[in-house]
């Protein structure tokens, strides 16, 4: 197993929906976000230019198993968690420990989202949608919009918890919002403020950020359609 842990939180009180949990943060994404804040992770070659360090998995399960009467679950971050299918392993692992397990993913393959909610593997589902399908390729250097209909799909029809989340890219405008929320009519759905940070593009540092009146009135816009909420 070759799993690759680029950062740990050992407490959290806000990564797991109403639960106490640890964060793992896998490294590598297959997505190059405008407005992304860990660049470090994005890859090998970026986590080797920074001066952090690679956690050893078994120490991280060891400390999990240590503090298993303090912690309800685990986060799985990234990066992106799915790029690896040694994914399941780990999840095993964090499972036989008594614990519950967060995921969070791009939704770029289905295949191995739906292998996890068949076989009960996942407890909760934080999904992140980047933007309108048109505008994915722009914003996130990637095109394959089918995947991500897809496991839009797979978490509609699960009885695992989920929600999905939106970065609220200043580029968008009110119908790039509306074209997402039809996608997922009825669900869960969380606009977060682009936060701007060391690290991102230039274009993610220059750009000028919606104010909160801006975000009310994108959701104002939205009708109920959606069970929309501003983090």
Request: hydrophobic letters at 40%; aromatic letters at 10%; glycine letters at 6%.
């Amino acid at each position: 197993m070759v799993l690759k842990i680029g950062g740990f939180e050992e407490l959290s009180l806000t990564d797991y929906p109403g639960k106490v949990s640890s964060v793992v943060f896998l490294l590598n994404c297959n997505f190059r976000c405008k407005y992304c804040y860990n660049v470090d992770l994005l890859s090998e070659a970026n986590f080797a230019k920074s001066s952090r360090k690679l956690y050893n998995m078994t120490k991280v399960l060891d400390y999990l198993t240590d503090h298993k009467k303090m912690l309800e679950g685990v986060v799985i971050s990234g990066g992106e968690p799915c790029l690896d299918s040694s994914l399941i392993d780990f999840i095993m692992r964090i499972k036989a420990i008594g614990l519950l397990v967060k995921l969070d993913t791009n939704g770029s393959n289905p295949d191995l989202l739906k292998t996890l909610l068949d076989n009960n593997m996942i407890d909760y589902v934080a999904m992140d949608i980047k933007a309108p399908f048109d505008k994915y390729k722009a914003i996130c250097g990637y095109g394959g919009v089918n995947k991500i209909k897809r496991s839009i799909g797979l978490l509609k029809k699960s009885i695992v918890p989920h929600e999905f989340r939106t970065v609220v890219w200043p580029r968008f405008n009110k119908k790039d919002f509306k074209s997402i929320s039809k996608l997922i009519v009825g669900e869960k759905w969380f606009l977060q403020p682009l936060q701007q940070s060391k690290g991102m593009l230039e274009e993610a540092l220059i750009i000028k950020n919606f104010s909160r009146r801006d975000i009310n009135d994108i959701v104002k816009s939205l009708g109920s359609g959606c069970k929309v909420v501003v983090r």
